[in-house]
């Protein structure tokens, strides 16, 4: 890829957010966590309480971009092969025949992804990590497209399962999505109308293709990170692990996330390397979700963003 191919992200951005703008007022730091994401084959966790337009977001971004888009409401009788699909036996051939869950699409929106059983949010595990699914001993393929945007509510707790630490670490990027400011709610009431304000996506106009998407991806090949920045995200990805705030700390998949994420950021700012502010910028998304506190501190209501601000704050800024 050249220059001048990258010289064109900044612009991709500004397209798709001017597309989903139609429909989704304010969020732009949400809808710019979810384009870093989609170009760098992540997937997100979108927290927020509800009516924030978190699935909005999903659908209008994938609108823009020309992919299929899917959807699961999770609820906690949801099973496995409701997800992933399963074989049904055909009584006019006498043979069994496959019939293939919604998880088969590009961008999957997986609704309150909390509200489900481990068993049945397990059946994600591979879809996330491999790009495939495993039905009755039989691999099958997603779309190079795929990524997953999950949502959940964090202030309620009846009837929701924890997402255990293995599926958040899957999770690319964890965005909290909060309420809109004073300018944004007068726009969203003005823009409501009859029909309860339910917005039509047939007037967002893709604005970047499947093939584009995926020529896209392979930009993040040539951005630079140089020696002193890969050794800030070590210094601050070991910090986690050897601090007294925090009882499990990031991964070597958070490193590598973050480096992702960090290359993505540069490149939408119209840079070819990495700074340090990028990785900054990024690190809370990345690394926050992945902390699991220590007891005291949970006690004491501090915040994982919180802590990894405390955590950050330590340690040397390259120049």
Same mark, same amino acid.
């Given at each position: 890829?050249?220059?001048?191919?990258?010289?064109? %992200?900044?612009?991709?951005?500004?397209?798709? $957010?001017?597309?989903?703008?139609?429909?989704?007022?304010?969020?732009?730091?949400? $809808?710019?966590?979810?384009?870093?994401?989609?170009?760098?084959?992540?997937? &997100?966790?979108?927290?927020? #309480?509800?009516?924030?337009?978190?699935?909005? /977001?999903?659908?209008?971004?994938?609108? +823009?971009?020309?992919?299929?888009?899917?959807?699961?409401?999770?609820?906690?009788?949801?099973?496995?092969?409701?997800?992933? @699909?399963?074989?049904?036996?055909?009584?006019?051939?006498?043979?069994?025949? !496959?019939?293939? @869950?919604?998880?088969?699409?590009?961008?999957?929106?997986?609704?309150? =992804?909390?509200?489900?059983?481990?068993?049945?949010?397990?059946?994600?595990?591979?879809? /996330?990590?491999?790009?495939?699914?495993?039905?009755?001993?039989?691999?099958?393929? $997603?779309?190079?497209?795929? &990524? &997953?945007?999950?949502?959940?509510?964090?202030?309620?707790?009846?009837?929701?399962?924890?997402?255990?630490?293995?599926?958040?670490?899957?999770?690319?990027?964890?965005?909290?999505?909060?309420?809109?400011?004073?300018?944004?709610?007068?726009? =969203?009431?003005?823009?409501?109308?009859?029909?309860?304000?339910?917005?039509? $996506?047939?007037?967002?106009?893709? %604005? !970047?293709?499947?093939?584009?998407? /995926?020529?896209?991806?392979?930009?993040?090949?040539?951005?630079?990170?140089? +020696?002193?920045?890969?050794?800030?995200?070590?210094?601050? !990805?070991?910090?986690?692990?050897?601090?007294?705030?925090?009882?499990?700390? +990031?991964?070597?998949?958070?490193?590598?996330?973050?480096?992702?994420?960090?290359?993505?950021?540069?490149?939408?700012?119209?840079?070819?390397? %990495?700074?340090?502010?990028?990785?900054?910028?990024? !690190?809370?998304?990345?690394?926050?979700?992945?902390? #699991?506190?220590?007891?005291?501190?949970?006690?004491?209501?501090?915040?994982?963003?919180? &802590? /990894?601000?405390?955590?950050?704050?330590?340690?040397?800024?390259?120049?």
């Amino acid at each position: 890829m050249s220059s001048q191919d990258m010289s064109e %992200v900044p612009a991709w951005k500004r397209d798709l $957010l001017r597309e989903v703008g139609k429909v989704v007022v304010g969020n732009e730091a949400a $809808l710019e966590a979810l384009i870093i994401a989609l170009f760098a084959r992540g997937h &997100v966790l979108l927290e927020g #309480v509800p009516g924030t337009a978190k699935t909005l /977001m999903v659908r209008a971004l994938s609108a +823009a971009v020309g992919l299929d888009f899917g959807r699961i409401q999770f609820t906690p009788d949801l099973m496995p092969s409701d997800v992933v @699909g399963t074989h049904v036996f055909d009584l006019q051939n006498g043979q069994f025949r !496959l019939t293939k @869950g919604p998880i088969f699409t590009e961008v999957l929106l997986a609704d309150e =992804i909390n509200r489900a059983p481990a068993k049945t949010q397990s059946a994600l595990l591979e879809a /996330m990590q491999e790009c495939q699914v495993s039905i009755d001993g039989e691999r099958h393929p $997603l779309s190079n497209c795929f &990524v &997953v945007f999950a949502t959940q509510n964090p202030v309620e707790h009846e009837g929701t399962y924890a997402l255990p630490e293995a599926q958040l670490d899957r999770f690319l990027l964890k965005v909290q999505v909060g309420y809109p400011s004073l300018e944004e709610e007068d726009e =969203i009431l003005a823009r409501a109308g009859l029909d309860m304000g339910t917005p039509n $996506l047939e007037q967002i106009v893709p %604005v !970047l293709s499947r093939q584009q998407l /995926m020529a896209a991806r392979a930009l993040a090949a040539s951005v630079q990170v140089t +020696a002193p920045v890969r050794g800030y995200i070590r210094d601050l !990805l070991r910090a986690t692990r050897s601090s007294a705030l925090v009882s499990l700390g +990031a991964g070597p998949r958070a490193g590598v996330h973050l480096v992702s994420a960090a290359r993505w950021s540069a490149l939408l700012a119209g840079r070819e390397f %990495v700074t340090p502010d990028d990785v900054r910028r990024m !690190l809370n998304p990345v690394i926050c979700h992945r902390l #699991v506190l220590a007891p005291e501190v949970e006690l004491d209501g501090q915040s994982s963003s919180e &802590v /990894m601000d405390r955590i950050a704050s330590s340690i040397d800024v390259p120049r």
